[in-house]
């Protein structure tokens, strides 16, 4: 079975600067899929990023970005530029990418506070 | 386009009472997946259906079932409500199997059971 991993319940930063979310998995399968999700106080988890496993290449997307080392079994996400909506829960979820296996399993979730 | 859609948003039930929970996934999406949030906790896996069949369960007793209509919505059950079911149910959907998008899971606004 896959585990995902959260170890920084709480995490702050000061709007404009940059923060890291940390998120380690383990599974013993060689292609999957890796998920940020933000889940803000309305509580509808919204897809910050996505991560295929057979890719090398890091994601961005805009302002986010991931360090997928997957010899580690690491997926770190990078906000850049923090700005107040991006307080949130965020989500590390993790995904096989064995045909019609849909299941998400996420880990605990980071509490992330933007300091104005 | 309408997103992910589930009502009821808030319920309150008794104990050993029975629950239905609803969702319509976007347009076109012909998968549909269920999960449960329990406060300060990551969502976690309880069903899948696909084309109106169950492809996944996640480790939930019996008295969680569910089942999706020809049109793709579907229903989550709870029968014999304990409070421990107290939690914000989620309900997610993606389009048919595209190696490239990753299947992108697109979720609901939940709905929130009490159970008293």
């Known amino acids: 079975a896959q585990t995902v991993t959260q170890s920084q319940p709480e995490m702050s930063v000061q709007e404009a600067e940059t923060v890291t979310l940390s998120c380690t998995y383990d599974?013993?399968?060689?292609?999957?899929?890796l998920f940020w999700y933000k889940q803000p106080p309305s509580r509808q988890m919204i897809l910050v990023i996505r991560q295929e496993a057979y890719k090398q290449q890091n994601a961005t997307e805009n302002r986010f970005s991931v360090n997928f080392q997957k010899a580690a079994k690491s997926f770190s996400l990078k906000i850049s530029d923090s700005q107040l909506g991006d307080a949130a829960m965020y989500f590390c979820a993790y995904r096989s990418a064995n045909f019609g296996n849909e299941k998400l399993t996420f880990g605990t979730g980071t509490r992330l506070t933007i300091i104005p | 386009d309408a997103g992910v859609t589930q009502s009821p948003t808030h319920l309150i039930k008794t104990r050993g009472q029975q629950v239905t929970l609803r969702c319509s996934p976007i347009?076109?999406?012909?998968?549909v997946s269920w999960y449960q949030q329990v406060l300060g906790q990551g969502p976690q896996f309880i069903f899948q259906?696909?084309?109106?069949?169950?492809?996944g369960r996640g480790n939930f007793p019996d008295r969680f079932s569910a089942r999706q209509f020809p049109n793709y919505s579907s229903e989550l059950n709870v029968n014999a409500l304990l409070l421990g079911d107290s939690a914000l149910y989620l309900c997610?959907?993606?389009?048919?199997?595209?190696?490239?998008?990753?299947?992108?899971?697109?979720f609901g606004e939940g709905s929130w059971l009490t159970v008293v």
């Open positions: 599974t013993s399968e060689s292609d999957y899929y």
């Open positions: 997610a959907s993606s389009l048919a199997w595209d190696r490239e998008s990753g299947n992108t899971i697109y």
């Open positions: 347009s076109g999406h012909k998968s």
């Open positions: 259906y696909y084309e109106k069949e169950e492809r």
